[in-house]
């Protein structure tokens, strides 16, 4: 198999068969036209410059000689096709393939000039923040007290926003109210450096939030994005890892089973695991997490939706030890202010309209038609 971007290709051809009066090959093609870049005497061709060609010769050194120097030009382009290449004589045929499209380009990111892993340099923090300034405080002062050079981008879609400022801190507002997923989006989309870590606004960095080991997997292993482990105030430790799968249905759609757990555990990565679904606190490999992006639609509550459009794409691992604090949520009724008050109304009281497009989103634009969970 070889693969083609757009100019002609050599292919290198040859043939072993018994002696007789003519040795003859056809070459047939559906995507592009043959031609000859040399000739060789006492070889007679016909149909250069289109998709059927014909070699012959009384001798089969001259033919094969003849055969090197046949070239294949892609003549119908689409990215990522492949032209089915049918090499026959008289008596036996066989195919081969070429894979048309244009090459993968490398990116390069600068990870700094230090041995140890630079994380300001490889790592961008993004978070949606809504109603919750207090909160969002103290996440920033908690990252500045390990990290203090780290960029931290901030989506914003309070209806009166408030001004975030700081060292290597952008904030962006947004409009009122835009929603979850359109924040992620957002932030994710400002981020310059190879990785970005996901945190929600009300997480808090301790000594055991270690991006560095983060890093590490994702620099030794195949993993595209990896999770990591919240500790509640309860002193109870999340991963939240999931395994999720697609029964094949029919007309009507797809199942989506969905388990917890994680596929097998990773050698040489004590506590990390293979899995689909993941913590909402994780790293990724920036261009990956937006290749994947967030559906804009879900507005007030998502997070395994994006693993479920991932699925496919993304290769993904959740490591527990290394962990991020969760603020309280513990307050009692006539202490609220009127802040969390109007964020409970909107993170938790849904209203038809939002039960509706969660279901089109959820259902529809997958082709599922069931879900099962544990």
Known sequence: MQTLNRCSLSIGLGLKEEARSVHTVYLTATLGIFDVAAT??????????????????????DLNRQLEFVT????????????????????????????????IIPKLY???????????????????????????KDLIDSIRQYYPNVTIVIADDNEHPQPVTGPHIEHYIMPYGKGWFAGRNLAVSQVTTKYVLWVDDDFIF??????????????????????????EVTGYTVTYCHTISVEAGGEEGD????????????????????????INFFMGQTDKVRQVGFDPRLSRQAHLEFFIDALG???????????V????KIQLPWSKTESQKAYEKFRYLSSSANTNMHNEVYYFKNRFKCMTSQ
């Open 72 to 103: 294949y030009t892609n003549t119908v382009f689409h990215p990522k096709t492949a032209d089915t290449i049918r090499f026959a004589t008289k008596s036996q045929r066989s195919f081969f393939i070429i894979k048309v499209g244009h090459p």
């Open 206 to 231: 301790t000594a055991n939030t270690k991006l560095e080991k983060m890093v590490d997997i994702l620099e030794k292993t195949t993993l595209d994005l990896v999770g990591g482990a919240v500790r």
């Open 40 to 61: 060789v005497d006492g070889v007679s061709i016909t149909g250069e410059g289109e998709k059927q060609m014909m070699l012959s010769s009384p001798r089969l050194p």
């Open 110 to 136: 600068n990870s700094g000039y230090q041995e140890e892993y630079n994380i300001s340099a490889l790592v961008t923090i993004a978070t949606k923040t809504f109603l919750r300034y207090d909160k969002l």
């Open 255 to 278: 199942c989506l089973h969905i388990r917890n757990g994680n596929h097998h555990a990773i050698d040489g990565f004590p506590n990390c695991v293979v899995a689909d679904a993941v």
């Open 313 to 323: 794409s993304l290769h993904v691992g959740s490591c527990g030890d290394v962990i």
């Open 325 to 328: 604090n969760h603020a309280s």
